[in-house]
């Protein structure tokens, strides 16, 4: 019905309900302001009364707080007039709302203090006149103290609080809880603030708006304390509640704070970003101010990392500059807070209000496993083990000396560090600052070293191996001569052309070879030129499609691999040969995996690692231990893919790319996960998460990551993380790219966590949406589980018509795949559908409960297999039990004198038999379904005594008690148990009627 259309006081009232549940905003408001508009006229007190409570109500819990001061007024006076108009109800939310206007002025900077202790002093008069306790008034008087800065007075207003009893005018329990926490942390006392709110963050006390609230105020004590994890998680968990309630702007900015100062702007950025009218919704200006504050904190956090010129959507859904939108929230922030400063006479506003907006970061990252990534990289800290290197360039310009970096470079070089390429590229930038003409053999290095760098194009890099085995040979180094035109042509391989490489690399390993035998030519300066022809030999075989052509050409590198260990293994006490082995094992292990023999491919893989550790280089020994982590996991020995994993990402962390790390956590993830240690797979998840992001790969390997974290936190219990979590991965699954089944199975997770966190609308749309994308899968099962699974979620919601047509969906699958268990029980539950209001009848259901019947006796008839049989007629019987369970409840009324027509009595005889029967064929069914045969017995029991047959229902009663009790050893499960005692109640209801 549309607003306009004038509706009677019925009509109205409901109106006011339904908008009551409808979401917090202007449109809510409106709504009630047009019901008001018809109130009015129809000249209805106690009409007036409820639609001036629901202005209140709405105006309260939304941007236009502001405006809960003129209907409140007005109630007041209609209370002062003429009280006997106000029903129960009415005096209590009159009073109720009190609070919200006395201590609630506060917030309005235009309202002098002077009305505002004025208000307060109302209240406490006349809550003592009508007997109330003063805790809500003492609780009001503190807020107001807080608000001015008036600790002293704030504490004994909080002492006198807690000493007043309460009364159903005190707040919530979970609200109360909230404020005491607040004023705990406010006072330096985080771990006692946390100790209050456990209740609520444990769900013992909800209301609409906690834990929400709760769990925002927590985020800064936990992360003072050092429990960065709990932070995170209760962000995740605390935003997806809040953001849909547009009353929890400050609860709102805590999140945004919180993301400030623990490395996740972006995040932060996201969170601005998707409610502008935030920072111009004025109806309330101390949650306004605090939406500033944390504006101002992040963005110039932003700006101070180098992304002042990001755009942004800011004030009025315009696009803003990010170092802009830090100018304005500031000034704006700076104003409202003199505005209340003005008003209390004091600079408390402003100075706490700076204090936030300059308040330092406390982590420099906290990784939060929903996809935000920083507008450009951030700068990332070098590793210590390689601080002279990646430092040099800036040292040089500070006034490190050219030699210094001369020397700090040929000792990278000799380790083989993996940040020798970045000191090398340090000596010829402050080379070519100074001026300063190079050596010969120091201009080979870098060359080299330009040459290996990772950036390096190949077909430029071939060029510069050229050059620096010619100032080799120049500088009298023929050994690093033959190993550098080695390196070129491997360069040839990556550029493409690997037969012209494999021709092109076998005269300086001639060479190479020659001048190790004449001692001119170092062992590794030798085993690095055969190892180049490995390479290019390997690299070969990835273009062949001929599986002969495969064969022989990994013959052919198994003996290059034998070769050139034949040569290196001698020599491996020579510094840096080890890491030539190292390499070569490896090959083994691949060609042996290639083979098919997996044990032995470990083997050798272990070698590998084993022989770069012992070299000192334990960042080569990733590549063989990530292999080793593959093949041990899929021997199922997961102890030792476990090790190597993690011995992979020991050794990779320090000068691995993010990249590269996170596709380490992943490998990682995977075994934890198929070992059962799913808390700690959930832990390298987010890390995995994170690292992708930081590599610009947040929609591949940091989509997987989250999609596996959002499964391992619901498996773990922590819906809410989980969800969360699952929601930021949709936008970035495509079935291109990701496939179906991921998918289908987030959707499905999302699903599960919605159900688990009382939201069966939302989660019936997520696994619909699954069921859609199942719907053209060859194997239809998931499609009939996800279809079953979105009737449920929608019968939960009062969804009536939308559940009939998922169960009826769910059905036709079934049916298709021959379950007819689950076939039938989606009859039972649209038979349950069509008696709820406004639906089929009884009549309808009554034909889908005889449909199933007749599903499970066709089924019955065409089985010969025992067990199959048995769980038929168990299936048979609730099918009956549940038929009379729904023509009994159905009737409208119970057998008795209001029976004026006996159709109650002819309902329940009719149930009674149909439950009867039940208990006979769950006999049948054998002793497996002895609890669902009791509990067929106890409703005929119920029946009968409904139907004042006391003989039959006693009769059923003690047969239940003689199966649990007659061995003599009583119930033996809680099953038992309640058994036995409904049975009990069965005797004693009879006995007393």
Known sequence: MSLDTPMDAEALRQALSDNDREPEGPARNARAERLFAQIEQLGDTSLVIDGLDHLMQVYNYSSEADKMFVPFARLLRMWDDRPEDFGRRQVHSLFWMFKWVSSGMVDQPHIPLASIEKWQAEMEHRYRLAGHSERAVRQGEMRIAR??????????????????????????????????????????????????????????????????????????????????????????RGYRLARSKESMRSAVARHVEFCALTGNEARGLEILAERPSYFTDTGEPS??????????????????????????TGPGGWAWAVRELAVHARTEARAIAARFDARNGNTYFSEQSAERMDRAPLLDRLPLGVRSVRPVPAPREAPAAASGAAGAGAGAGAGEDLAGLLTEARRLSEAQH?????????????????????????????????????????AEAIGLFTSAAGLYEAAGEPGRAASALARAAYCVSLDGRPAEALEAVQEPCDRALALHAEGRSTARQTGRALLCRVRILNDMIGGMQVREAVEAAVTSLEEAVHGLLGFAEPEQAEPGVGVVIGEALGYLGDITAFRGDAPGAAELYTRAADAYVRAGRPWFAVEPESQLAGVSRHLGDLETAERASRSALEHAAPFAAPGGRARLHLRLVETLADAGKLGEAADHALEAAHWADEAGEGAGNGAYARHRLGGFLLQLGRADEAAAVLESVLPDLTRQDHGDGMIVQTLWWLGDCCTALGEPREAAEHWLKAADIARGWPEQRDHAMLANLAGQALFRAQLNPQAELAYRRAGDLWRDLGDVHALV???????????????????????????????????????ADADACAALRAELADTYRQTGDLIASSCGGEPGDDDTDGSARAAYEEAVALVLRAVTVFEEAGEEYTDLRTGAQLMASWLHASLGDASAAVALARGVLATYEGSGDGPADETAESRCAEARAVLTEVAGG
């Open 147 to 236: 608000h001015v800065g008036d600790l002293e007075r704030a504490q004994r207003a909080y002492d006198a609080w807690q000493a007043a009893d309460r009364d159903d005018k005190s707040d919530c329990h979970a609200c109360e809880l909230r404020t005491q926490g607040s004023w705990q942390a406010q006072c330096g006392d985080d771990e006692g603030a946390l100790v209050t709110w456990r209740p609520v963050l444990e769900g013992e006390f909800t209301c609409a708006h906690e834990p929400h609230a709760v769990l925002a105020a927590s985020l800064l004590p936990l992360l003072r304390l050092g429990r960065a994890e709990e932070a995170r998680a209760h962000h995740l």
């Open 287 to 312: 949650s306004l101010l605090s939406y500033l504050e944390v504006t101002a904190l992040l963005t110039d956090r932003l700006t101070a990392l180098g992304h002042g010129d990001t755009s942004m």
């Open 418 to 458: 993996p940040h020798a390429t970045d000191a090398w590229a340090a000596v010829a930038e402050a080379a070519g600052r100074e001026g300063t003409e190079l050596a010969v053999l120091e201009r080979a290095e870098i060359d080299e070293h330009r040459g290996m760098a990772p950036a390096t194009p190949p």
């Open 825 to 863: 029980r989606t009859l039972r539950v649209r038979a349950w559908i069509a008696v709820r209001e406004g639906q089929a009848g009884i009549g309808a259901a009554r034909e889908l409960m005889a449909a199933a019947a007749t599903e499970c006796e066709s089924a019955l008839a065409a089985s």
